[in-house]
């Protein structure tokens, strides 16, 4: 009898994610090529109440020549979300990667102005549509200095506020974030991230909220996760966990789910960290190939972690 009512309890704890995410969203990152793997969309319908595509708001994906706009997969990711009641967050404007060739060769104002046309372009098709941008991405090299990219090559810094600048523009009630990885201790990657903050707050830039990637592994979960989280919210903004798996790195899956749930905790413990989204939710289509890091594994089978994350969150 004790049997059958363990049981039960964790089918009933094993319910769905967004039916216990009150205070913060409970997100995974999609792609539209695997929606028509039943298992996967049943999966992301019942469980999530935020998606992020995965590549399909890229530069490189929406506007591979000049001029030329393919918005059919994120449109598709779009709708999947609208008809479940997600929120969707986009991502992303500005990038060191992905940048199709045809934008590489560029420079200077021509560089600019093209920089400006492609965000008012993308947010204006989505307006209305989309919660929150990540409007800058990974900008940060691990010291604290800045990446060299094409963007900081031509402009230094002043391209990211420019960039917030035409975001709000083409859309004022999307929430507009920067995001980046690394970034979730207090080092010199997160704190260079939060004096750009500060600085871009200080100078009324329309910026929303910072994105904590998270990619982490068991035993590598930041003790001042929370801590850092909170002095992020001190300056005005939100904070999100943005791009979350964390690999079993050697160790049990009940390691990993104990894992999953104290990141949850960081995020419910700190006012204004408004949501968590998962980078993928099953292994079958993770980025990660080299270790098991999500929630769900190759065969959609729960791993304790999903186990965890409804119990955190009630």
């Given at each position: 009898m004790k049997l059958i009512i363990l049981f039960a309890l964790i089918g009933s704890i094993a319910a769905h994610f967004k039916d216990h995410a009150n205070k913060i969203y409970i997100g995974s990152a999609l792609a539209p090529d695997h929606l028509s793997d039943s298992q996967y969309s049943s999966i992301a319908a019942a469980e999530f109440n935020s998606l992020t595509p995965e590549n399909e708001m890229k530069w490189d994906a929406v506007e591979p020549s000049q001029g030329n706009y393919n918005y059919g997969p994120a449109d598709q990711l779009v709708q999947f979300g609208q008809q479940n009641g997600m929120k969707i967050r986009g991502h992303t404007l500005v990038w060191h990667s992905q940048v199709p060739s045809w934008v590489s060769g560029l420079s200077g104002d021509t560089l600019h102005q093209t920089m400006i046309s492609h965000i008012t372009n993308v947010v204006t098709h989505f307006k209305g549509s989309i919660y929150a941008?990540?409007?800058?991405?990974?900008?940060?090299?691990?010291d604290g200095s800045y990446r060299s990219s094409l963007w900081y090559n031509n402009f230094q810094t002043s391209f990211v506020a420019d960039a917030f600048q035409a975001a709000a523009a083409a859309d004022p009630s999307a929430k507009l974030y920067i995001n980046d990885y690394n970034v979730e201790y207090t080092n010199a990657k997160s704190n260079a991230l939060y004096?750009?903050?500060?600085?871009?707050k200080s100078q009324g830039v329309p910026i929303h909220g910072v994105?904590?990637?998270s990619h982490l592994a068991v035993?590598?979960?930041?003790?001042?996760?929370?801590?850092n989280l909170a002095r992020f919210t001190a300056l005005g903004?939100?904070?999100a966990i943005t791009e979350l798996d964390i690999k079993q790195n050697g160790q049990s899956q009940d390691a990993q789910a104990a894992a999953y749930s104290e990141v949850i905790k960081d995020c419910l413990s700190v006012n204004g960290c408004v949501g968590v989204t998962i980078?993928?939710?099953?292994?079958?289509?993770s980025w990660i190939s080299s270790d098991t890091a999500c929630p769900?594994?190759?065969?959609?089978?729960a791993k304790p972690a999903v186990a965890a994350i409804e119990a955190a969150l009630q």
């Open positions: 941008w990540d409007v800058v991405n990974e900008i940060f090299n691990e004096n750009l903050v500060k600085e871009l994105g904590f990637q035993g590598q979960i930041p003790s001042d996760f929370a801590t903004v939100d904070v980078w993928g939710f099953t292994d079958k289509y769900w594994d190759s065969n959609y089978q």
